[in-house]
């Protein structure tokens, strides 16, 4: 069974919002055995609305539609749909008593717009939109299920996860599909495509493997395809461990981890804390690791040492470093991871340091140029890495490599 995305809206198309509704929901219909086929982004215009609904059926068996269904005049989605399914809007009481009960609770008294947001083309099932006034509505014709409802995130997701996903499981008996996602961090995609290419090449026929790089990251994504869900899981674990052993220093979480709540977990296993001396990186290892709930157990301060005055005064660079080695430079990130993990008192420090650009580099130094620390109770190493000549990439990427580095130091100890 194959359904099809149609996201409404300007905001879409002019880059003001990003799509974040059809990402997470080809994700929610994948679980339950629907393929999406395709996803469309439309201006709010009656014309286009009816001619992609036009298009969809030609493609898929069902349509999911989003946005438009606001009080406003520019929000034309439902008179849309009324001409689309050659019927009228009709007052529909429960989504009235609904928008009566969200004006009560916010002390607002509803306005005849309001009111208009209660009206549902006549032959649709109206669903309920329990955080918020437009209600969802489903549609049949000619075998093809329609289904429109708010943009609104939270709005969708309730709705979606409340009635239409329910529903459209127990009327599509389809195949399994079973998704796993190994998160790696380390090594560029055409390298790691090289180092794993037997390993792919043996997959069974029913396992595709799809390379999803990101700056800094590399996620590998296995889809499994057949009838049987727990054989699939099984197999893909399989294939999981096998790769695990291929390259064990690169993955580092799988799904939705993050390298952040991975390290983070590990510290507070091991009762462990960590500090970090950032230059190039501006706070920004910092502020990923105290970006996950609870790591005030683990994470003591950070010292954004972005001058040389400060690396000296406040992390006990010496002066004599600076002069021979600079700032960018082995010898000076080592002194800096010494000096947070001396004056945090802390069991790891992590220091940074390099030239983000897209100005300051040299033919010695060019712009990517970064070096990292980390100090541990036993030793303090360092590695030096060329990023590249994006100013926010560079950051991001020496942030993720060093948390990936204090990883492999913190699962070793």
Request: one cysteine or more.
């Amino acid at each position: 069974m194959e359904a099809e995305i149609i996201s409404i809206g300007d905001e879409l198309l002019i880059g003001q919002v990003v799509n974040t509704n059809a990402a997470w929901m080809a994700e929610q219909l994948n679980l339950i055995g629907i393929k999406v086929k395709q996803v469309t982004v439309i201006a709010d215009v009656r014309q286009a609305i009816l001619q992609t609904l036009a298009e969809a059926t030609k493609r898929v068996s069902i349509v999911m539609l989003t946005g438009g269904l606001g009080p406003t005049n520019d929000d034309i989605t439902k008179q849309t749909l009324c001409e689309y399914f050659d019927t009228h809007l009709v007052a529909d009481e429960a989504s009235y008593k609904n928008v009566e009960t969200i004006f009560a609770m916010r002390g607002f008294r509803v306005t005849e717009l309001n009111r208009k947001q209660a009206e549902v083309p006549a032959n649709c099932i109206p669903i309920a939109n329990l955080n918020g006034t437009a209600p969802g509505m489903w549609f049949e014709k000619n075998g093809i299920i329609y289904v429109s409802m708010p943009g609104v995130p939270f709005e969708m997701k309730l709705m979606m996860s409340d009635y239409i996903l329910p529903e459209l499981a127990k009327r599509f008996t389809s195949g399994a599909i079973v998704h796993k996602t190994i998160l790696t961090q380390g090594m560029g995609e055409s390298f790691l495509a090289v180092k794993i290419r037997h390993w792919e090449a043996a997959l069974p026929s029913y396992i595709k493997l799809a390379y999803l790089p990101q700056p800094g990251l590399v996620r590998l994504r296995l889809t499994a395809t057949g009838n049987d869900k727990e054989s699939l899981t099984r197999e893909i674990e399989k294939q999981t461990s096998t790769l695990l052993q291929l390259i064990p220093d690169l993955v580092f979480g799988f799904d939705d981890d993050t390298l952040e709540h991975v390290v983070g977990k590990l510290l507070m296993q091991k009762g462990k804390t960590i500090s970090t001396a950032e230059s190039c990186t501006g706070g920004y290892v910092a502020h990923m690791i105290t970006g996950v709930p609870g790591s005030s157990a683990y994470f003591k301060g950070s010292v954004v040492a972005y001058a040389n005055e400060v690396k000296e005064q406040l992390l006990g660079v010496q002066h004599q470093t600076l002069l021979q080695f600079g700032a960018v430079s082995q010898q000076c990130v080592i002194e800096m991871a010494e000096g947070a993990r001396h004056i945090f008192n802390t069991d790891y420090a992590i220091a940074t340091s390099g030239i983000s650009g897209p100005d300051g580099g040299t033919i010695e130094k060019p712009v990517g140029t970064t070096w990292i620390a980390i100090a541990t109770p036993k030793t303090t190493i360092s590695e030096k890495f060329l990023f590249g000549e994006h100013r926010q990439r560079n950051i991001h990427k020496t942030a993720l490599q060093a948390l990936q580095i204090l990883r492999k130091e913190v699962e070793k100890d």
